[in-house]
C-alpha cells in the first residue's frame, strides 16, 4: 500500500511539472557559459527538441559546484554543463553524477579523459586582454609582462576574476604559482590587488568590464575576447612569457536522470552535436584527437602554461591562501 501511494504521488509530482509548462518535459540544465553561448545552445536545443521546455540558469562555477553539493541527487537540475574539471571532480566523489561510461571517450585527446562520469565540453585558455580605445584615451603603455601590470598608471584599470569563485580565476593563480612558486605568485596578487578595480564572480566579468570600458586591461579568457573582437569589439589578446593558462571545461548528468528518456535524448545531442558546433564557433582550443577547429582572429600557435599538479586538493590548499 505504502508502494501504492508513493507511486501515485511520484506521478501527481511529474503532472504537476507537466502541466505548468504546458504539457511539456522539463529539462534543467546548469551551466556557468557566457550569455552568447547560452543563448546559442538555448536556440538548438529548442529547435531540436520543440517538445521539450529548457530551464537553463546560469550560476558562477562556485556557486553552481556549492549548489549541487548542497542539493546532491534531490536537485532539480538534469544536466550540468560547462563546469570546471575541478569542480565536477568534487561533484563526482560526492557520487552525484551519473555514470556515463557507455560513451565513446576515444574520440577526445588523452588529457580530456579523466572520468567515466564527465565528458569534456571544451578546454579554454587565458589571456592578458586590452580595451585598445581605452588604452589610447589614457594613453597607457602596452604591458609586455605580468609585473608591468603592477605600474600604478593601471590603478582601478585592470579586472581579475577571483579565484575562490572562477575557475578562470584559479587557473592564472594556478599557473604563476607553478612557474614562480608560491610565495612570489601571492606577493605578486595582492600587489597587484591594489590595481585591480573589481575581482569578478565570474569568469566572463572581466571581458564584460572590458565591453563596458570599465577597465583597460582584463585577465580573461581567450575564446571570449575573440568573439568580441569578431563583432567589433576593439580588444587585443596578449600572451605573456609564462604562458597561457588554461582549464578543462566539462559536462554531465545528475545520478538517477539519466532513465528519463528526454534527458538522455538531450545529452545525447550535445555530446554527438553541439559540443562541436560550440566549440568550432566560441572554442577552438582541441579536445579531438582528429578534429581541429579554426576561429577568425584566434591567436595561432599558443603557448600554454605550466598547470601541472592541477589536482582538487591542490586548489583547496592554495584557495585557503588567497586573502586577496
Known amino acids: 500500500m505504502k508502494k501504492f501511494f508513493a507511486f501515485v ?7 504537476s511539472l507537466m502541466a505548468c509548462s504546458g504539457g511539456k518535459e522539463q529539462i534543467v540544465i546548469y551551466t556557468s557559459a557566457n550569455d552568447s553561448r547560452i543563448a ?4 538548438m536545443l529548442e529547435e531540436k527538441f520543440p517538445d521539450y521546455e529548457f530551464i537553463v540558469e546560469y550560476q558562477s562555477t562556485s556557486k553552481v559546484t556549492a549548489k549541487l553539493a548542497a542539493e546532491g541527487t534531490a536537485t532539480e537540475c538534469d544536466i550540468i554543463h560547462d563546469l570546471a574539471y575541478l569542480s565536477l571532480a568534487q561533484l563526482d566523489g560526492k557520487g552525484i553524477l551519473a555514470d556515463l561510461s557507455s560513451y565513446d571517450t576515444s574520440v577526445y585527446t588523452d588529457d580530456c579523459v579523466v572520468s567515466p562520469n564527465y565528458l569534456v565540453e571544451l578546454r579554454t585558455g587565458g589571456a592578458i586582454i586590452l580595451n585598445t580605445k581605452v588604452m589610447q584615451e589614457k594613453n597607457l603603455p602596452t604591458p609586455t609582462c605580468y609585473e608591468d601590470l603592477l605600474k600604478p598608471e593601471y590603478k582601478g584599470l585592470i579586472s581579475m576574476p577571483d579565484p575562490k569563485s ?3 580565476g584559479y587557473m592564472f593563480l594556478k599557473s604563476l ?4 612558486g608560491e610565495e612570489k605568485a601571492f606577493d605578486y596578487f595582492k600587489k597587484l590587488s591594489e590595481n585591480v578595480l573589481q575581482f569578478t564572480s565570474s569568469g566572463n566579468g572581466p571581458v564584460n568590464a572590458l565591453i563596458q570600458e570599465e577597465v583597460a586591461i582584463g585577465l580573461g579568457m581567450t575564446a571570449n575576447a575573440v568573439v568580441q573582437i569578431n563583432e567589433g569589439v576593439p580588444l587585443q589578446v596578449l600572451f605573456f612569457e609564462e604562458g597561457s593558462p588554461y582549464s578543462m571545461y566539462g559536462q554531465s548528468i545528475i545520478k538517477g536522470k539519466e532513465q ?3 534527458v538522455k535524448e538531450v545529452f545525447d545531442y550535445l555530446i554527438n552535436t553541439y559540443t562541436a558546433e560550440s566549440c568550432r564557433l566560441y572554442a577552438p582550443e582541441k579536445i579531438y584527437k582528429d578534429v581541429d577547429f579554426e576561429l577568425e582572429n584566434f591567436p595561432k ?3 600554454y602554461a605550466d598547470m601541472s599538479n592541477d589536482t582538487l586538493e591542490e586548489k583547496e590548499r592554495l584557495l585557503a591562501k588567497w586573502d586577496v
Open 9 to 15: 504521488l511520484a506521478l501527481a509530482c511529474a503532472l
Open 166 to 168: 572562477s575557475g578562470t
Open 260 to 262: 528519463r528518456k528526454c
Open 40 to 43: 546559442h545552445m538555448t536556440g
Open 301 to 303: 600557435e599558443v603557448k
Open 177 to 180: 604559482v607553478n612557474a614562480w
